[in-house]
């Protein structure tokens, strides 16, 4: 009898890897809505998140 073909492995392997990415990518997406219900749950209320931290006049250098 022969023996059984890499193909059917290396398929066994791209798939697992495809099915990870996909699980990777749906994790990300459930991320970034979390992170548009905050942002937007921060605007209703008057306030800019790009804006948090910073006061009018000169801001403090940044340590680099």
């Given at each position: 009898?022969?023996?059984p ?27 970034r ?32």
């Amino acid at each position: 009898m022969g023996k059984p073909s890499r193909a059917t492995q290396e398929k066994r392997n791209r798939e697992r890897a495809q099915k990870e990415r996909q699980q990777n990518k749906e994790v990300q997406r459930l991320q970034r809505k979390e992170g548009c219900a905050d942002r937007a749950a921060s605007l209703e209320q008057g306030i800019d998140p790009d804006l948090i931290g910073i006061y009018p006049g000169p801001q403090p250098l940044s340590e680099e």
